[in-house]
Structures are given as C-alpha cells and as structure tokens.
C-alpha cells in the first residue's frame, strides 16, 4: 500500500501568496481528515469529509482556508490569502468508517511544513 | 465536548525499562474510542493502539498496552523493554461515535526519551 499521500512536502511562500496542499487517501478509504501542528495549539482538526461530503469544518481558523474533495481519490486544503501565523506541518489522514461504534484507526500522510514568510 | 489532558509533557526512561505515559479524558459521551500514536523526530503519525469504550480487556499490540480505567476516565500507555527507537512524541486521541462522530481530539503529547 502506498499509505496516504500528501505534495508539496516542504512549501514556503510569501505573505498574501495562495498556497494549495493536496492528499491522496488510502484507496479504499471514505473519510478524510485535515489536521495542522504548531508547537503553541498541538494538533487540531481542521475539517474532514465522509463520503467526499464535507461533514465538519468547525475547526478551519478563517474564511481565507478552504478545503475540497472533488472525488474518493483527491483532496485539497487551499490558503488564500496566506500569513504568517499559518505556518504549521499540516497533515491529512484517511480512514474507512464503517458506521456507528467503527473503530478504524485514521492514517497520517507524511506530512506537508508550510512556511509562510 | 471531548478533552484530552497529557500531564508530562516529558519523560526519561532507561533502555530494557517499562514505562507508562499518562492520559486522562472528558466526555460525556456513552461511546467512543480512544488511541496512541508516536511521532518520531522524522514527523509522521504512527498508530500503535486503540481501546473502544466497551471492549472489556485492556488493549495489547507488542510491547504495547493500554491501562484503561474507564471510572478515572484514565488511558496510560505502558511501553514495555523501552528501546532506543521509541525516543519520540506521544499522543493520546479520542474519537466520539456520536453526533459528529470520528473526529479524533488530541492530547499535547509527552516526549520520551529512551537513555542507554
């Protein structure tokens, strides 16, 4: 299995510049999830899709980040425009849930460092 | 709401030597699932154990346990015969099966440092 797949790895970008991060699930799998890591907020969820179908976006900071999942196979997290304070590792995880009392553990792309500078 | 509280934020411990890394949570939830991962130096989240709320038996995967007290609301991470390769970070995770179910909320993690 080629896991969870997440491009650019390592993106940099100057203020106001839109950025746009991408992931590709495990095949197979239905939902998906967006994550950002910073030393000062930990890990938190950012939005996740069931079914392609957005269910929860609660935890997108602002307006300026949007996110899609056009098909099973391809999402993006897109920043527009960018700042500073997002500079985080942004993670995306997949998972195949079943249905109430699933138990299925999500798994983590590699991971993309965003710097915004 | 879901809380997840890691009270170390590090720890040593000695090659060959167990250790437990604490975890407690909130909710009010009747359902819901509660996990490990290890972040090593490198960045990438590794899944080592799950615990349903249910399951009767504390999880075991390899060298890891999972001490679930449900009354204390408490799922410590035991890791037995540290090794060297188990220096990362550890995060404890929740996921609710009800309403917006699947939702994982982290804890902030301990750092573990395994010494020779």
């Known amino acids: 299995d080629a896991g969870v797949i997440q491009s650019p790895r390592h993106e940099v970008t100057e203020m106001g510049q839109e950025v746009t991060l991408r992931c590709k699930p495990i095949?197979?799998?239905?939902?998906l999830f967006w994550y950002r890591q910073t030393m000062m907020r930990g890990l938190e969820l950012l939005i996740y899709?069931?079914?392609?179908?957005?269910?929860?976006d609660s935890g997108m900071p602002e307006d300026r980040f949007s996110a899609k999942m056009p098909n099973a196979s391809f999402s993006t997290l897109k920043i527009q425009p960018s700042e500073p304070r997002d500079s985080a590792v942004y993670f995306c995880?997949?998972?195949?849930?079943?249905?109430?009392?699933?138990?299925?553990?999500?798994?983590f792309g590699p991971g993309t460092r965003l710097t915004v500078t | 709401a879901q809380k997840i509280t890691q009270t170390q934020p590090g720890m040593f411990v000695q090659e060959k030597e167990a250790v437990t890394l604490d975890c407690t949570y909130d909710?009010?939830?009747?359902?819901?699932?509660l996990f490990w991962y290890k972040q090593p130096s490198s960045g990438e989240m590794i899944f080592l154990i799950y615990?349903?709320?249910?399951?009767?038996q504390n999880a075991t995967e390899g060298r890891y346990s999972l001490n679930f007290q449900k009354a204390r609301k408490s799922a410590n991470l035991v890791i037995s015969a540290s090794q060297l390769g188990d220096s990362a970070m550890y995060f404890c995770?929740?996921?609710?099966?009800?309403?917006?179910?699947?939702?994982?909320?982290f804890g902030t993690g301990t750092r573990l440092q395994v010494t020779l």
């Open positions: 095949s197979g799998h239905n939902s």
């Open positions: 909710t009010s939830d009747p359902s819901y699932g």
């Open positions: 995880a997949s998972t195949f849930r079943a249905g109430g009392g699933s138990s299925y553990e999500q798994y």
């Open positions: 995770a929740m996921r609710a099966f009800v309403g917006t179910a699947s939702k994982l909320t």
């Open positions: 615990q349903g709320s249910y399951d009767q």
């Open positions: 899709f069931n079914n392609n179908v957005p269910i929860d």
